[in-house]
Every structure is written in structure tokens, then in C-alpha cells.
């Protein structure tokens, strides 16, 4: 196997909380040494490509924006993509749930968003009409938020979910994810959600244009199974399994087919051979 471009997951691969993922620097720095890009994706919607960038600059990974493709702008890419003329001539609203980089992605695409704080001050005066919500993990996301985003999909806007991950890794455990935010809207509106980001194949379709690669020619790096992995085999892309994130050998050995990956390594310095710097 020998790859063109890497699609490249960050938590439990490139670093886990404020540390670097044991090899994760020098197995990155090989690819691009070789000539290989390495494109950053993640279904973490809170941040900016921006701030991401600058974490991986303080680990040791000098990268910029560019680099970074959150689900945040596959979620803006989409609503772009298939409502054209609000990107075009303002021709509507859109409501962001989440933290700071679901209107920073929104805005990348020229489209027009509000907060739900912003629909509820407008109640009085001037209500504002959502065409779309589109909704991400955010860390401040309260009652009041999934509240605004129920009543204006529950009046017809359209629904964009960043991911459905139902819990998020952090230092004490794992906590309530964009899913089980999800969840809640779900139950009050009887809607299902457009979701975007990993395993779903619009996040891997925006990261192969990113790259301008075709499927067969970039490796998807992950430690899941059910979202790195198994989104890279349904789209056709060869994918690894690094093993310093949540998924263990055994894990692997004993996956389902859909969800097994091409290769596992203990770290990512062991696919060097993929871009002959081995």
C-alpha cells in the first residue's frame, strides 16, 4: 500500500488531552517529509480550524488552519452546498448551536447565522425566521439553547447535525457528546437530524475534495472503530488503527467486517513504510 494524502483523526491519535500521542509527532512529520499531506479531521465542532492549529503548533506539529477540517465546515460546507442562495444573496437565517467554531465555519461560508441569545431577543420587535439549524458540541450549550433549536425545527428549518458521537472524552471520563444533545431535540420535535461528520460520508467526502484525492489514494488515520474506521471502509478509503486512543487489539481482531481496519500499529510511526520513509 502506498498513499497520496492522509485523513488524519486528532483525539486518542494525535494527542490526548494536552499531550502528544505516544510517536504521533515524528510519525506525522515522516508523511510530510515524504511529501504526503496530512489533512486534520475532527468531529470536535466547538473550536476553530484556528485553534486547533495553534494546539498542534504547541505540541510540536506546526500546522495552520487550512490543515484542519472540523465537522463544524463539513456541517457549513453542506448547508452551502444545498441551499446556495443563502450563501449568495443572504436569502436566509441560519441558527447555531454550539460553541465558537459552528459560526466561524458558517461565516467561512459566506452564510448569515444568528445565536439562539439573538432569536430571543428579537421575540419582541423582530422575530428572527430560521431556515436551518445547524447543531454542535459546545461545552456552554444549555437547556435554553436546545429549547430554540426544537421550536425552529419543530417550524419547519431544516436540521444539521455536526456529529452524533454520544459521549465526549475528557479528563474525568466521558461526558454528554453532540449526540445526546441531539437526543433532546430529537425527543421534543419527532425530527431526525441531516448528520455530517464521522462515520457519516459527507465529512470524508469534504476531506478527499480538500485534498483533491480520490478515495483508494488516502488512508484515514483513527482510534475508533465505529467512526474513524468504519466510515473510511463504507466510502472505499484503506484506513489504520493506532492503538494509543480507546480501541484495543482484541477490539479489532473481533470487529465486524465493516469495521475493521486495513491495519493496526501501536503508534503511528509504524506506517512509515506507507510513504517510503521506511
Avoid at 448569515?112 to 430560521?130: C, F, K, M, N
Avoid at 487489539?249 to 506506517?271: C, F, G, I, K, Y
Amino acid at each position: 500500500m502506498r498513499v497520496r494524502g492522509v485523513l488524519c483523526d486528532l483525539d486518542g491519535v494525535v494527542y490526548r488531552a494536552h499531550q502528544p500521542c505516544p510517536g504521533a509527532v515524528e510519525g506525522i512529520s515522516a508523511a510530510r517529509a515524504s511529501g504526503v499531506p496530512v489533512l486534520f479531521m475532527t468531529n470536535n465542532a466547538s473550536r476553530t480550524p484556528g485553534d486547533v492549529a495553534r494546539q498542534l503548533t504547541g505540541l510540536g506539529l506546526p500546522a495552520t488552519a487550512d490543515e484542519v477540517l472540523t465537522a463544524s465546515q463539513v456541517a457549513a460546507a453542506l448547508v452551502a452546498s444545498e441551499y446556495p442562495s443563502m450563501a449568495t444573496d443572504g436569502g436566509g437565517t441560519v441558527l447555531a448551536v454550539g460553541g465558537p467554531g459552528v459560526g466561524t465555519a458558517l461565516e467561512e461560508h459566506g452564510l448569515r447565522w444568528v445565536d439562539t441569545a439573538a432569536v430571543r431577543a428579537g421575540l419582541a420587535s423582530r422575530p428572527v425566521q430560521v431556515d436551518v439549524v445547524v447543531q454542535g458540541y459546545g461545552p456552554d450549550v444549555a437547556v435554553a439553547d436546545l429549547t430554540e433549536a426544537a421550536y425552529a425545527v419543530a417550524a419547519g428549518a431544516a436540521w444539521v447535525a455536526t456529529n452524533d458521537d454520544a459521549t465526549l472524552p475528557t479528563e474525568r471520563g466521558l461526558a454528554p457528546g453532540n449526540g445526546s444533545l441531539l437526543a433532546a431535540v430529537r425527543h421534543a420535535t419527532g425530527a431526525e437530524p441531516r448528520v455530517v461528520g464521522k462515520p457519516h460520508a459527507y465529512a470524508y467526502q469534504e476531506g478527499l475534495a480538500r485534498l483533491g484525492l480520490a478515495p483508494h489514494e488516502c488512508l484515514m488515520i483513527g482510534d475508533r472503530l465505529d467512526t474513524d474506521i468504519a466510515g473510511a471502509r463504507a466510502l472505499g478509503l484503506p484506513s489504520a488503527l493506532v492503538l494509543t486512543g480507546v480501541t484495543t487489539r482484541e477490539d479489532a481482531r473481533s470487529a465486524p467486517e465493516s469495521m475493521r481496519p486495513d491495519l493496526t500499529v501501536d503508534s503511528l510511526v509504524e506506517l512509515a513504510h506507507l510513504w517510503g520513509a521506511a
